[in-house]
């Protein structure tokens, strides 16, 4: 087995739980960043630490809230309402936080050297392309192309970055998944933060129809359903 280590940037979302567990099987040491940014629905984190738990996975919070307390406008960590619908919707592009992904790759790349490393790890995938441009294969590659270069020289040179869904929709993340016995009940999704997922965010939306597309039975509890069990 390959005992290299992977640096993974773990949300405790179902994809990067997913992408934790696949990094796991195929024999990297696995050590888990997740990142608080000052997000309305930072419970994920604790999601994450569980994961790691699960994994034997070394485990780390990065605090960088007072740098998301500046990254304003978003409805992940400013006063804006969290838009309820499908990603497809244009009111979505609020959901965007600046930069996001970059920064906390960077942070992973910085981790990745010091540790010496093989593998910065991170779970973007098909259904992020359409809003984020952070989650695009063109980013990746650029991403990637500009780390060589800021730690040329330094940390393992076989050091590179993981992105093994980005060509992957949500429901395929959801199929490799089952098969790596993921517990999906052990992830968190939805943007609002509350007590059970609302069911009717864009990252709800897409957690419901990714089990369905796969034909996983879905574990999670909406709160959305739970109103239309009352009612009826």
């Keep these: 087995m390959n005992r290299e280590e992977a640096v993974a940037v773990v949300s405790g979302g179902m994809d990067s739980v997913t ?3 696949l990094l796991s099987s195929e024999g990297y040491g696995l050590h888990i960043i997740a990142v608080d940014y ?14 790691a738990g699960r994994l034997g996975a070394g485990f780390e ?23 309820h619908g499908h990603y497809a919707a244009d009111n ?10 970059a920064i906390m790759l ?5 981790v990745a050297v010091a540790r010496e ?12 392309h359409y809003v984020y441009p952070d989650c695009r294969p063109e980013f990746i590659e650029a991403f990637e192309a500009m ?18 869904f980005i060509h992957k929709t949500k429901a395929e993340i959801v199929g490799i998944g ?21 069911g009717l965010c864009g990252t709800c939306n897409e957690r419901k129809e990714a089990f369905e597309i796969a034909g996983v039975p879905d574990p999670t509890v909406y709160r959305d359903r739970q109103k239309a069990e009352t009612r009826g």
């Excluded at 000052?38 to 994961?51: F, N, P, T, V």
Aim: aromatic fraction near 8%; charge should be neutral; charged fraction near 20%.
């Design 19 to 21: 992408l934790a567990y």
């Design 61 to 83: 919070v990065v605090d960088i809230s007072n740098v998301g307390r500046l990254l304003s406008g978003s409805a992940l960590t400013d006063e804006v309402e969290v838009p």
């Design 92 to 101: 979505m592009a609020v959901t965007v936080v600046p930069n996001r992904n």
């Design 117 to 128: 490393s093989t593998l910065v790890a991170a779970a973007m995938h098909a259904g992020d």
């Design 38 to 51: 000052g997000q309305r629905h930072k419970k994920e984190i604790s999601y994450a630490r569980r994961c």
């Design 178 to 198: 089952a098969k790596l016995g993921v517990p999906y009940e052990e992830t968190w999704s939805c943007y609002e933060g509350g007590e059970v997922h609302c």
């Design 147 to 164: 780390e060589r270069k800021a730690v040329e020289g330094f940390g393992n040179p076989s050091l590179r970055l993981y992105a093994p």
């Design 106 to 110: 960077s942070i992973a790349y910085g």
